[in-house]
Nanobody
Framework: QVQLVESGGGLVQAGGSLRLSCAAS????????MGWYRQAPGKQRELVAH???????NYAESVKRRFTISRDNAKNTVYLQMNSLKQEETGIYYC????????????WGRGTQVTVSS
């Protein structure tokens, strides 16, 4: 059974930083693509950052140069370092894993709340 457990969310002032973690189990983490998504209140879930098994990354334009996604395959964990946070980045942040060896197999975590105050 695949489990993704996010942590590290919380309340932070605009301009502050948070580091999110997502611990995975029950899936071959080292060969999976991993992603962080955000769902703001009343909006659709959107991609924030994505990292492939080899470490290649891509980011939503709005977070480039402020957010960094990374992974530790030894710990089956993916991270999202968020700096210079903005109020509009408030939302629930979800971790997603995608099996690259079995196309179409994806799993989601339950999310962690990030609230950025003014």
């Amino acid at each position: 059974q695949v489990q993704l457990v996010e942590s590290g969310g919380g309340l932070v002032q605009a301009g502050g930083s948070l580091r999110l973690s997502c611990a995975a189990s029950g899936t071959p983490f080292s060969i999976n693509a991993m992603g962080w998504y955000r769902q703001a209140p009343g909006k659709q879930r959107e991609l924030v950052a994505h990292i492939l098994s080899g470490g290649s990354t891509n980011y939503a334009e709005s977070v480039k140069r402020r957010f960094t996604i990374s992974r530790d395959n030894a710990k089956n964990t993916v991270y999202l370092q968020m700096n210079s946070l903005k109020q509009e980045e408030t939302g629930i942040y979800y971790c997603r894993t995608e099996r690259l060896d079995v196309p179409g197999v994806t799993n989601w975590g339950r999310g962690t709340q990030v609230t950025v105050s003014s």
